[in-house]
């Protein structure tokens, strides 16, 4: 599974970078308004940063043709940015309406397998089903990508499964398990993941039992070993 971060903070992103754990970003307008800056210079310099690594950025109208003419638009911004559209009647004929056209697409807003299967025939790059907004409204999110991943698997298709709305790290797990191909997580999420006081903890021990070990100040001071002849 390959891990998206779901954020248009610029910090944010060059420190999962750094992590080595980043393949991709994902926006959407509510994410992009928060960063209250000129958003043609934000998706600009987020897609440079993880270049080529692929950046969602969503069109933002109710209309096939609007959709599909600010998809182009999109893209002419970076070749690795990748067009968001809603899984809905209109963004199904937005998609239909830029196919053969290089444009890549990621169906979002995905609630149901219903919905997935369409976005797949219709040829999306990607798909988002959105868990923890479903989980937010009381049905079973996990059950929904489940359930939607098993009757993918089934069929051949190149639309890759973005598991999106992730609300806490052990949905990453499980959604690891049902095979999903990527999960797109806030970095408060990704911090999530690494984050365990045991870890902390036995460092310290470790760190501490360090002090004890003989010739310990000249082993990582190469200038002092080569003159000793080590
Ligand atoms: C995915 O691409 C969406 O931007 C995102 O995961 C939505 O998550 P939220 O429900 O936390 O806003």
Partial sequence: MRLFLDTADINEIKKAKAWGVLSGVTTNPSIIARQKKD??????????????????????????????DQARKLSEISRNVVV????????????????????????TLVFSPTQALLATMAGADFISPFIGRLEDRGYDGLGMVRELMEALDRHESKTEVIAASIRDPHQIVEIAKAGVHIAT???????KMLLNTMTDMDLDKFL???????????????????????
């Fill in 39 to 68: 958003f043609f210079s934000l998706a600009t310099e987020i897609c440079e940063t993880v270049y080529p690594m692929p950046v969602s950025l969503e069109a933002v109208d109710r209309e096939p043709e609007a959709m599909a």
């Fill in 84 to 107: 968001k559209l809603p899984a809905n009647p209109a963004g199904m004929e937005a998609l239909t309406l830029i196919r053969g056209e290089s444009v890549k697409t990621n169906l």
């Fill in 208 to 230: 501490k039992d360090w002090e004890e070990v003989p010739g310990r100040e000249y082993m990582f001071r190469e200038e002092i070993r080569k003159a000793a002849g080590a």
């Fill in 185 to 191: 997580v806030p970095f408060v999420i990704l911090e």
